[in-house]
């Protein structure tokens, strides 16, 4: 039966995880470059419409990314580590 976590518990496995990926990542030489982010970042399906990148809705949510004390690297970052994962 699956285990439930605590509301506690899934920040610190995310952490935890997301280290262990990106040494993994760095001992492998694994390196997405800055070009594959950002392609990978404007193909996002949340900034489409109809199949075309909506840049209202790119900037829209670039606008919004300091309400939760974020950056738009903060997101570059983490597409990074996806597609070394998928690397």
Same mark, same amino acid.
């Given at each position: 039966?699956?285990?439930?976590?605590?509301?506690?518990?899934?920040?610190?496995?995310?952490?935890?995880?997301?280290?262990?990926? $990106?040494?993994?990542?760095?001992?492998?030489?694994?390196?997405?470059?800055?070009?594959?982010?950002?392609?990978?970042? $404007?193909?996002?399906?949340?900034?489409?419409?109809?199949?075309? $990148? %909506?840049?209202?809705?790119?900037?829209?949510?670039?606008?919004?990314?300091?309400?939760?004390?974020?950056?738009?690297? %903060?997101?570059?970052?983490?597409?990074?580590?996806?597609?070394?994962?998928?690397?």
């Amino acid at each position: 039966a699956p285990r439930f976590k605590a509301r506690e518990e899934v920040p610190r496995d995310f952490v935890f995880n997301l280290m262990l990926l $990106r040494h993994e990542l760095e001992k492998h030489g694994i390196h997405a470059s800055d070009a594959e982010v950002k392609e990978q970042y $404007r193909a996002l399906p949340v900034f489409q419409t109809n199949g075309e $990148r %909506d840049r209202a809705k790119l900037e829209g949510f670039e606008n919004s990314l300091g309400i939760y004390g974020m950056r738009p690297s %903060d997101v570059f970052d983490l597409i990074r580590d996806w597609i070394g994962l998928q690397n």
